[in-house]
């Protein structure tokens, strides 16, 4: 199987990563705490100048509703709206007490998740997107799954059991620009730790089954010049994305001899004692979601513990 090489192209240093316009959706309840904390250490190394800090109450809150109405009838007592963002603000600016260069705003809206948080990253033109995972909340690895898929700015996840430390990073790869972005992406993050921080990339492939076709070769044979144009292809990627750091980076090629490309990621993640995952979305389009785009929405489904970072 011939495998398509990556034509090399020299590029300059990766840039420092930052982000200067960041919505983080607070769910009051629990999970907002672990969120909120790994986001304010996250904020050490990373820069964030604006953070829009945004809970969404369900539009099912019908008996919310009649209490707000006989609140507004006190005058020298707060509307609903106002106590649950004066709430929000207290448990944010607890997290970010001496964090005086980022500016912290707060808004509360009722409505749909989704839609509240497409429409306000995009009034907000956030360059990242923030949320929780709470364990075994099904619905929350949903609402991460379609976030990624219809968002058009880096996304991260972090789950209530993140840990508060960064020295394994994982890009899982498929030789595509989505998966090279966010090796570049790593490396940017690696170089604002202080700490020795490991990076790996992982490339699950499969071998096809070629007993319909009449080639005079053993199985051995063939899958050695398989991991071989494998093991060329991914030394062309890396001279593409990262030229200058590549030696830096440890690489893994994994057989898949069972469906479900998200479940190895996960595997070899939990083995190597990964604490942050980036993986590289795809377009918008139903081909590109296909492709690396349905496996990280399926490895978002299964996730959670590791701190994840959609890049776009």
Partial sequence: MQVKEVPEV???????????????????????????????FWSRFV???????????????????????????????????????????????????????????????EGDPLDILLEASQKANADLLVIGQRHGKSHQGILAKKLVRKSTCDTLIIPDSAPDTIRQILVPIDFSSHSGRA????????????????ISTLYVYSIPNMSAYQIDRTFEEYRSILLENLHDAQDAFLNKYVPQDKD?????????????????????????????????AKGHSKVDRLLLGSVT????????????????
């Fill in 248 to 280: 830096r980076i440890h690489t893994e090629l994994v057989e898949k001899d069972m469906p479900g490309t998200a479940r190895y990621l996960k595997q070899f993640a939990d083995q190597a004692n990964t604490d942050f995952v980036i993986m590289g």
């Fill in 47 to 109: 820069p964030l100048q604006f953070v829009q800090c945004l809970h969404v109450v369900p539009e099912t809150t019908f008996l919310a509703g009649l209490f707000e109405k006989d609140l507004k009838q006190l005058p020298s007592h707060p509307s609903l709206t106002q106590q649950v963002e004066s709430l929000l603000q207290n448990i944010v600016r607890e997290h970010f007490l001496d964090r005086k260069e980022i500016e912290l705003t707060y808004q509360v809206s």
């Fill in 183 to 198: 090796l570049q992406r790593a490396i940017a993050l690696a170089n604002r730790l202080d700490n020795e921080v490991e």
């Fill in 297 to 312: 929405e399926a490895f978002l489904m299964i996730n959670d513990n590791i701190p994840t970072l959609i890049t776009r």
């Fill in 10 to 40: 020299t590029h300059s240093a990766i840039k420092p990563l930052t982000y200067k316009n960041v919505l983080a959706a607070v769910d009051i309840g629990g999970s907002e705490n672990q969120m909120l904390t790994y986001l304010s």
